[in-house]
């Protein structure tokens, strides 16, 4: 198989995890005879350092032609602090989602059993968790029209849904779910928004093409305080772009931390992949960072955009295999750990290759 991946390291942290993650398409490759080639772009506060534009005309030319997008992270403390910044490194990444049609984000929350202590909740509410999250990604109040008085006294952000929008993603989870426990939970705010009655509207009309697949319909209040109480009673969770985004944060905790959960945007071409966690210019060039979510949207990558399971399967094995080990970022670290089992990003991208015989 010959494929040309685009790698975006974007700003702070991604910088150094997107490295890790090329390493393993490297050593995949080389071991079960895959070409793939790599070029690479820039995207967020770099690019705006550079161009004054968050998303380039090049590097959108080149996610256009690319087979695949290896992604890292996004944002800069300085825009956090100037809510008045009319360039924002988001922007870019809310356009290449909209350029692209990556219309569905896909999260899975795989809890490995060595990291059972190393989230807030208890082992044994966590065992056994295994929740796939589908998000809308190119509607909802992140793209509707945004206002602002001349006096500043007033803001309006308006949340927006079409029909064919909330149609395809809920096709999509559907048809994963069949492949799970055949069980799907649609989240919305239906007691209060207008939008969240069209969501639910289609949803069931939806689930009648899928009579095999058991539905349940949730408000975002109780799916948030359920996902933390009994995370296990979730499998396929199908939700709209705000929702999702405040979710799928609150499960990292699921998994024991951000630096673990690697997610997909996906829509019917180029595929976008990338980890959950943010830009952590508090750590960036430290060597601290968790690269294991870039390496595990590596295997999404594998997996969703070329089909290649067995390679994708070898690299979720070498991430476990490592944690099987005892080998811990800090951030995945508990107070039993010992020292020498704490590695750096570096030392830690190098543990998973060496697992990947």
Same mark, same amino acid.
């Given at each position: 198989m010959k494929k040309n991946i685009l790698v975006i390291p974007g700003d702070g942290i991604g910088q150094e995890v997107t490295i890790w993650g090329k390493k393993v398409l490297e050593k995949i490759g080389q071991k079960y005879g895959h070409e793939f080639s790599f070029d690479e772009a820039i995207m967020g506060h770099v690019a705006i350092e550079a161009t004054g534009n968050p998303l380039p005309d090049e590097t959108l030319e080149k996610a256009k032609s690319s087979d695949a997008i290896?992604?890292?992270?996004?944002?800069?403390?300085?825009?956090?602090?100037?809510?008045?910044?009319?360039?924002?490194?988001?922007?870019?990444l809310l356009k290449i989602r909209k350029e692209l049609g990556l219309y569905a984000n896909l999260r899975p929350i795989l809890l490995f059993d060595e990291l059972l202590d190393a989230s807030s909740l208890k082992p044994e509410v966590l065992k056994g968790t295994d929740i796939l999250f589908f998000r809308e990604l190119t509607g909802d109040v992140y793209f509707g029209e945004k206002n602002r008085s001349e006096d500043n006294n007033f803001a309006s952000d308006l949340m927006n849904y079409n029909r064919?929008?909330?149609?395809?993603?809920?096709?999509?989870?559907?048809?994963? =779910?069949? %492949?799970?426990?055949?069980?799907?939970?649609?989240? $919305?705010? /239906? #007691?209060?928004?207008?939008?969240s009655r069209l969501w639910r509207e289609v949803v069931q009309e939806i689930a009648t093409e899928y009579p095999d697949v058991e539905t349940e319909h949730m408000f975002i209040d109780n799916a948030a305080m359920q996902l933390v109480k009994n995370p296990k009673k979730f499998d396929v969770v199908l939700t709209a772009n705000l929702f999702g985004d405040i979710l799928t944060d609150e499960a990292s905790q699921i998994a024991g931390s951000m630096g673990m959960l690697a997610s997909a945007s996906i829509g019917d071409g180029t595929g976008f992949f990338e980890p959950i966690h943010g830009s952590a210019h508090d750590i960036a060039g430290q060597n601290k960072a968790n690269p294991l979510a870039s390496i595990l949207s590596v295997a999404l990558m594998l997996d969703i955009s070329f089909g290649l399971?067995?390679?994708?399967?070898?690299?979720?094995?070498?991430? =476990?295999? %490592?944690?099987?080990?005892?080998?811990?970022?800090? $951030?995945? /670290? #508990?107070?039993?750990t010992p020292a020498d089992k704490i590695l750096g990003t570096q030392e830690m991208g190098a543990k998973v290759l060496e697992f990947i015989k």
């Amino acid at each position: 198989m010959k494929k040309n991946i685009l790698v975006i390291p974007g700003d702070g942290i991604g910088q150094e995890v997107t490295i890790w993650g090329k390493k393993v398409l490297e050593k995949i490759g080389q071991k079960y005879g895959h070409e793939f080639s790599f070029d690479e772009a820039i995207m967020g506060h770099v690019a705006i350092e550079a161009t004054g534009n968050p998303l380039p005309d090049e590097t959108l030319e080149k996610a256009k032609s690319s087979d695949a997008i290896l992604f890292g992270a996004i944002g800069h403390a300085k825009y956090d602090n100037d809510p008045s910044a009319k360039v924002r490194p988001e922007q870019g990444l809310l356009k290449i989602r909209k350029e692209l049609g990556l219309y569905a984000n896909l999260r899975p929350i795989l809890l490995f059993d060595e990291l059972l202590d190393a989230s807030s909740l208890k082992p044994e509410v966590l065992k056994g968790t295994d929740i796939l999250f589908f998000r809308e990604l190119t509607g909802d109040v992140y793209f509707g029209e945004k206002n602002r008085s001349e006096d500043n006294n007033f803001a309006s952000d308006l949340m927006n849904y079409n029909r064919y929008e909330v149609e395809r993603i809920a096709r999509k989870a559907y048809e994963a =779910a069949r %492949t799970r426990s055949k069980k799907l939970c649609s989240v $919305d705010k /239906a #007691n209060v928004l207008e939008t969240s009655r069209l969501w639910r509207e289609v949803v069931q009309e939806i689930a009648t093409e899928y009579p095999d697949v058991e539905t349940e319909h949730m408000f975002i209040d109780n799916a948030a305080m359920q996902l933390v109480k009994n995370p296990k009673k979730f499998d396929v969770v199908l939700t709209a772009n705000l929702f999702g985004d405040i979710l799928t944060d609150e499960a990292s905790q699921i998994a024991g931390s951000m630096g673990m959960l690697a997610s997909a945007s996906i829509g019917d071409g180029t595929g976008f992949f990338e980890p959950i966690h943010g830009s952590a210019h508090d750590i960036a060039g430290q060597n601290k960072a968790n690269p294991l979510a870039s390496i595990l949207s590596v295997a999404l990558m594998l997996d969703i955009s070329f089909g290649l399971q067995d390679e994708a399967k070898e690299v979720t094995g070498a991430v =476990a295999a %490592t944690l099987k080990a005892g080998w811990r970022t800090g $951030d995945i /670290a #508990n107070l039993n750990t010992p020292a020498d089992k704490i590695l750096g990003t570096q030392e830690m991208g190098a543990k998973v290759l060496e697992f990947i015989k």
